[in-house]
Nanobody, 116 residues
């Protein structure tokens, strides 16, 4: 099995930045897509950004130009650099990994609060 551990969340003022990290361990061979999702109180979980092993990325329209996803395959880690944060970015951010056998793993989540 794959284990995912997120870190880097916290409280930040509007306009500020945070960098989230997600470290994968365990059965990491075969991981293809990795990504970040978020869930705000009372809302459904939504896609933020994804990245393939080859580095192809996809972003939600709401974060394009502000967030950047990157991946260090050697360290089995995916990052989410979040700039120009807005109060509406407040949510629990989850890391997700898919493998070639169709199995999906979620991390435990890290809280991001954007507030003055």
């Amino acid at each position: 099995q794959v284990q995912l551990v997120e870190s880097g969340g916290g409280l930040v003022q509007p306009g500020g930045s945070l960098r989230l990290s997600c470290a994968a361990s365990g059965r990491i061979l075969g991981i293809t897509f990795m990504g970040w999702y978020r869930q705000a109180p009372g809302k459904q979980r939504e896609l933020v950004a994804t990245i393939t092993t080859g580095g192809a990325t996809n972003y939600a329209d709401s974060v394009k130009g502000r967030f950047t996803i990157s991946r260090d395959n050697a360290q089995n880690t995916v990052y989410l650099q979040m700039n120009s944060l807005k109060p509406e970015d407040t949510a629990v951010y989850y890391c997700k990994a898919d493998n070639i056998w169709g199995h999906t793993t979620w991390g435990q989540g890290t809280q991001v609060i954007v507030s003055s």
